[in-house]
């Protein structure tokens, strides 16, 4: 039996257990390791979300990062993205000729993935990737996919592991899926 839980009023059903996660980010770390051998990116977290991925992923790494926060909103709550990308808060520091490694939980639409790096090449950034645990390929709007992809899972909601269904189900260990009736 699969593990379910109770979110406001929907159920969600585990998808993706808290061993896969961390086997994954250990298979990531060394990837990105590898590609930016010799070179200290920086990490930008996408707040609220990527808190528990940049956590787990930044002990894995073997350079030395600078890592900051940044708090955008597209989503506003409900169960799908609107599209208008804005940003709250976040410490940006100069990013001008550096390297820089964006950490997300989800990539669905790509909206705040675009904005961001649009964002960052403005600041004159010398490099920007992005590292997300979670792509919803078949949603995503753009050409330039996430350059490190945890797991590619369809077009469901999903919740836990730093994603929140109305600000709850961020602490679960694992990912869960909204549950067909
Ligand atoms: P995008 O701009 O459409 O790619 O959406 C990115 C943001 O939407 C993520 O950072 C999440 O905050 C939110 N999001 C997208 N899909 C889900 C989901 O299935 N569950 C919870 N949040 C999601």
Redesign the pocket.
């Known amino acids: 039996m699969k593990k379910e839980v109770r979110i406001h009023d929907k159920n969600f059903v585990e998808a993706i257990s808290e061993t896969e996660i961390r086997e994954r980010i250990m298979e990531l770390g060394i990837e990105i390791s590898r590609f930016y051998a010799g070179k200290d990116p920086i990490l930008l977290s ?1 707040l ?3 808190f528990l991925f940049t956590a787990d992923l930044s002990r894995i790494l073997e350079f030395d990062p600078e890592i900051y926060f940044i708090r955008v909103s ?2 506003g709550g409900g ?1 799908s ?1 609107s ?1 208008n ?1 804005k940003q709250i808060t976040g410490l940006i520091e100069n990013v001008s000729g550096k390297d820089v490694l964006i950490i ?10 675009d ?1 961001l790096r649009k964002m960052l090449a403005e600041k004159r950034a010398a490099s920007v990737k992005m590292a997300t645990l ?1 792509f ?1 390929e078949e ?2 709007h753009y050409a330039d996919r996430p350059e490190f992809i945890g797991f590619n899972i369809p077009d ?4 836990g592991y730093g ?3 109305n600000q709850r189900g961020r602490h679960l260990p694992s990912i869960y899926e909204l549950k067909k009736d």
């Open positions: 996408v609220n979300g990527a597209s989503y169960m993205s599209g990308v997300e939980d989800i990539v669905d639409t790509g909206h705040t993935l904005w979670l919803k949603c995503f469901r909601f999903v919740v994603l929140d269904y």
